[in-house]
């Protein structure tokens, strides 16, 4: 027959109890950390495990948050409309100054410039040509870059020179070799990664560009929703058919290009998470079977809050290194300079890959997710087991002994 | 408050498999005082570690209470039931050593949790090893002892706490003639102006050496009753 259970009038006990419970970390840690050692293999699978687990996951989740800050960067300073001109033959160079014109004609159009871009080859492979005279942008990139003069380049992050570092030698319509004055910050290099800034002249006479003639141009309005609003007065107010991409359509071919090759990378690895999920389950598992002492343990004194703070420890020893040397690995793989993998696999870069950039809060959010995803639910699957023991009567484990 | 112990109308029903209850325990009222050694006595299935385990707060009765200075604690929560194991020392009638700890560990095992230093710790625990002259084993396997060895680790942890209640279940049971009366003379030397130690023995020399056992109940067929 259960008897009524009763709360002792003896208040002091729980203050005792919670003074006890601080002034007996130390030795429970240095308790936790033997009883660790006393399963070495099963100890550093674990650790292992973890460290496996966050770095594939840490990996893909700061790849994919990397991306995305970059997408951001990338689109921030493209502008909201491109237009380029097309023909029969594909695209065609647009007249500069009448274009601009006609452009600042159409209501709603607060700037209009142009661009001389286009690609050309080194003797490393193609790069990019751009015109760069200060009064165009190729977003706030470009901010810190000095003026190239005739004859003069600077070089993204990803140009490589051949035998001489100081000159470039660029094929295109024309053949040109430019004496290299600067190269772009590195920070630039996801946009700029195979970028070579010229004089706008030289550009054109690289590129077949008639004096006087754009690649393409570039119209910015006052906020992001007019951008789709005057594409058809845009439209006609060109006397030529013209092509026409906003910096939202910019944004979703980018997303989706990304999200497609994110998507296969997930599903690789969503099984072999699967499989040391159910290592690290094992393992826990198996350290939980270790613990069936805890009957005896509350025999001898300890109390519910003495073994849950055991098992907190043994866990936490294991997982804030294990969870930390992961977040190192998968940091190191996807930000370590000169790593390759991650330009190949999203971009398709073979050679000189540009480097991928995290800002503060995007490196917290992977933190965060990491924490949610992994730490938590090992915590929580070292715990229960514990706890549901440790708040039992002492002597069904006796029995069980 | 001096401390005393206090049985008032303890039963203890165990559900067969049939779904029936069998009592183990009936009506058990004792009164325990600090400084006093009883002896429990009975046949094999009387009865006697049930009523030790019922003492120490690892199991509560189906009726009745103990109380503690008044206190009843076979009815508080888990929780501070935890607080009141740790006024009881308890040797198991089996050693319930853990394999895979040393003897020096097995004994310092109770005094983890106590917020006891690293260094007092070890000097308790070398203490008590000490005390029943098993020192010399401290860094050994508790695998590798006999019987005799495991059951006076058994004991060297129960008082390495120093407890004011001390409960014993057949301590001597695999001891030779020199090993039983050591510990009785240790137990019989535990008495203390508040201390309280219950002993549960077939062994006659418990009454036989006269030191121990102020008192002494035998328990038959559930019921307890004080021998004169």
Known sequence: MPQNVVDPPLEDTKIIHKILSLRSSFPLFAWSVRDLSRYPLETILLFLSIVTLVAILGTALLLSQALSTTAGLLLKDSPSVVVRRVSPLGWSALPAEESIRLARSVPGVLHAGIRIWGTANSSEGPVTVFGFDGSNRFGGLTKSAPLPKRGEAVCGAGITTGENPDFLKLIGHNTLIFRIIDTLAAKTSMVAHDMVLVHPDDARQLLGIAEGHASDLIVDVFHETEAEAILPDLSRAFPWPVRMTTRKEAAGIYVSASARRSGIVYITIFPGMLALALIVIGVVKGQMVQSCNVGLFKALGWTTTNIFQMQLLKALVIGIPAVTAGMVVSYGLVFRPGSSWPGYLFFGWNDNPPPLFLNASGAFLVLIEMVVLIFLPYLAAALWPALRAAVSDPQDFLESK | ?228
């Open chain 2, 1 to 228: 408050m001096s401390l005393s112990l206090v049985c008032q109308n303890v039963s203890l029903y165990r559900r067969r498999a049939d779904g029936s209850e069998r009592a183990i325990l009936k009506h058990v009222d004792a009164t325990l005082n600090a400084g006093e050694g009883a002896m429990i006595s009975g046949k094999t299935g009387a009865g006697k570690s049930t009523l030790l385990q019922l003492l120490a707060g690892l199991l509560r009765p189906s009726q009745g209470q103990i109380t503690a200075n008044g206190q009843p604690v076979s009815r508080w929560n888990t929780v501070h039931r935890d607080i009141w194991r740790r006024q009881v020392g308890i040797v198991f009638q089996h050693p319930h050593l853990i394999d895979e700890f040393t003897v020096l560990e097995n004994v310092i095992l109770p005094l983890i949790p106590r917020g006891t230093s690293l260094t007092q710790l070890r000097e308790l625990a070398w203490q008590a090893l000490d005390t029943f002259g098993i020192s010399h084993l401290a860094k050994q396997k508790v695998l590798s002892l006999s019987g005799g060895e495991q059951q006076r680790v058994s004991i060297a942890r129960a008082i390495v706490s120093r407890p004011a209640i001390l409960i014993a279940d057949e301590p001597t049971a695999h001891q030779d003639d020199d090993g039983t009366a050591l510990i009785i003379e240790k137990f019989a030397g535990w008495k203390l102006p508040h201390t309280i130690v219950i002993v549960a023995a077939h062994d006659p020399r418990w009454t036989q050496y006269g030191k121990f056992a102020d008192r002494h109940f035998l328990l038959e067929n559930g019921r307890l009753r004080e021998l004169q």
